[in-house]
């Protein structure tokens, strides 16, 4: 181990504001067209629009979420062992998954079948047929909890080549890939890997995000995994960025206005693995590093600063995520049913929500060392309670 590594401040900014996202892009699928009865609850009138600003969002936000998650831990290993870092994703992934299948999911599921299925069952009735057989054949799931599950595994299968890179016999490895970036488009390399992942394996697996049968979602997250590693491994990659920000903001705006052209006009390829579909991803899997990259380079340029604001959303960050969906899927399974617009609907859901979870966080998590333990957070030293 060595000293405690400089804070990176530009990657905790993007870190809260990527959950906070979360929040509206959720909202938004309340409404999103073509996806009734896809969401958990979902309103009888949807938005185009709201549409647009689903597609253009997950293009890059879960990447993003992962690249994030693998330059938490190249500073995780900094100043842990190997063993250490296990333990510490148990405690932080797998005891707070337990904890949202148990208790924040069910609901979830629950106001799905009350407006999808005509379930006219209490919800103490409902529990035990929540563990009835798994989705799509049944009720189990773990919702929004899956990115949890993923990084969960990705942070062990990952660690065999994390340890290695920071081995004298790796290290030049990752040295070599800093200088071969540097000199060449920074940008070139590592999306031909990710485009590869998208036309080979997503016309197969479109994203149904069960673990052992999404293999487009599982490589190509686990990709971006081990990138956000690396990046963090050698200050030349951040070099890059900032000398190729302007260049690189440029190309993730015109290869985004292609695919919302491609999107709005409903000229999108049949998905098949016919040369145009295969295209297609392939230009997606370009198109989000692009957009990845970019964000870091405008991050990088004006979201480097500590703040007190960062410092209470950096830890509330996390439990704000496990929150989050129960809450909306609650507020908006009864807002729908109001005789209000759209827009009104969308506010007054995304409001009541970000309140509602900052509450649940404020009066039952933040203060009390079991529900912190529940929700991963460390505890608060006797003295402080």
């Known amino acids: 181990m060595t000293d405690i590594p400089e804070r990176r401040y530009e990657l905790d900014w993007l870190r809260v504001l990527a959950v906070l996202l979360l929040l509206y892009f959720h909202t938004a699928a309340i409404f999103y067209p073509g996806g009734l009865g896809v969401f958990y609850v979902t309103n009888a009138v949807t938005s185009p629009a ?154 197969r697996w479109i994203g149904f995000q069960n673990l052992y049968d999404d293999w487009a979602n599982v490589l190509l997250y686990l990709t971006y995994f081990v990138y956000g590693y690396i990046f963090c491994s050698d200050r030349r990659f951040g070099q890059s960025l900032d000398r190729q920000e302007v260049w690189v903001t440029g190309l993730a705006i015109v290869g985004m206005s292609i695919l919302l052209g491609l999107w709005i006009t409903n000229t999108v390829p049949d998905r098949s693995y016919s040369p145009e579909y295969v295209l297609y991803q392939m230009f997606r899997g370009f198109n989000s590093w692009w957009w990845v990259i970019a964000i870091l380079s405008l991050a990088r340029s004006h979201l480097n600063f500590k703040s007190r604001l960062l410092q209470y959303t950096n830890e509330a960050s996390y439990p704000f995520y496990i929150l989050h969906q129960s809450v909306v899927v609650i507020i908006g399974f009864y807002v729908i049913q109001w005789n209000i617009g759209v827009l009104e609907k969308f506010i007054v859901i995304s409001t009541g929500s970000l309140l509602g979870t900052i509450g649940l966080y404020e009066l039952l998590v933040r203060r009390f060392n079991i529900p912190r333990f529940l929700f991963g957070l460390k505890s608060i030293p006797s003295q402080q309670n």
């Not at 690249?67 to 333990?87: C, K, N, P």
């Open 50 to 203: 709201i549409g647009l600003f689903i597609s253009f969002v997950h293009q890059w936000h879960m990447p993003l979420f992962f690249f994030l998650s693998g330059a938490a831990t190249w500073f995780s290993l900094e100043v842990r062992t190997a063993s250490q870092y296990v333990i510490e994703r148990f405690q932080r992934l797998f005891i707070p998954f337990l904890f949202g299948v148990l208790v924040l999911v069910p609901p979830q599921v629950y106001c799905h079948l009350l407006t999808t299925s005509g379930y006219k069952k209490s919800y103490l009735q409902f529990y035990p047929q929540f563990f009835n057989g798994i989705r799509p054949a049944g009720n189990f799931e773990w919702a929004h909890l899956w990115f949890i599950v993923y990084l969960l595994v990705f942070s062990l299968v990952a660690l065999p080549i994390f340890i290695y890179l920071r081995q004298p016999s790796g290290q030049p490895l990752c040295k070599w890939f800093a200088t071969t970036l540097d000199r060449a488009r920074f940008l070139i390399y590592p999306a031909l890997l990710l485009a590869a992942i998208e036309g080979l394996f997503r016309p």
